[in-house]
């Protein structure tokens, strides 16, 4: 994969990201992820046959924490120089498990200007993302928006 720098001149409306990376979920991980994150006081996240009662498989992961794996996958193509100022329409589509293994797909949905302070030096980057698991299955979509500089003159 080519190195993106990240300037606003770079992205290009329509164009589809296949973000590199993987997170896998092994249940050392997940469980540790559950605790640190302040989640063990909710028993989805920690207690296996009280899940599966609720119609679950296993244990599941807290939606904030998928989406922090998935922002972190896109970070390098969508806004490794640039200031995130919004993300929007989040939906958690599907249950994320231990030993899932996590990637994430985004398309630029817009370019625009920015009427803010920064405008002058930074444009709007849109993206619509896809998180997903081994299997395919869609677990989580999101908009975001990114204040990307432009290039240098």
């Known amino acids: 994969m080519t190195e993106r720098t990240g300037y606003f001149e770079d992205f290009t409306l329509g164009e589809f990201l296949e973000h ?3 997170v896998k979920l092994e249940r050392n991980l997940f469980i540790k992820l559950v605790l640190e994150n302040g ?3 909710q028993t989805i996240h920690v207690d296996r046959d009280y899940a599966i009662s609720q119609g679950y498989k296993d244990i599941i992961l807290p939606g904030p924490i998928v989406y922090t794996i998935i922002f972190r996958l896109t970070r390098r193509d969508v806004s490794w120089i640039g200031l995130n100022v919004g993300t929007d329409k989040m939906k958690h589509t599907a249950a ?3 030993e899932d293994t996590l990637r994430a797909k985004s398309s630029v949905s817009e370019l625009s200007e920015w009427h803010g302070s920064r405008g002058v030096t930074h444009g709007l980057v849109k993206v619509q993302t896809t998180g997903f698991n081994q299997d395919g299955l869609t677990v989580i979509e999101f908009s975001r ?4 500089p432009f290039k240098p003159s």
């Open 145 to 148: 928006s990114v204040l990307n």
């Open 39 to 41: 989640f063990a006081d």
């Open 96 to 98: 994320v498990y231990p």
């Open 20 to 22: 590199e990376g993987q």
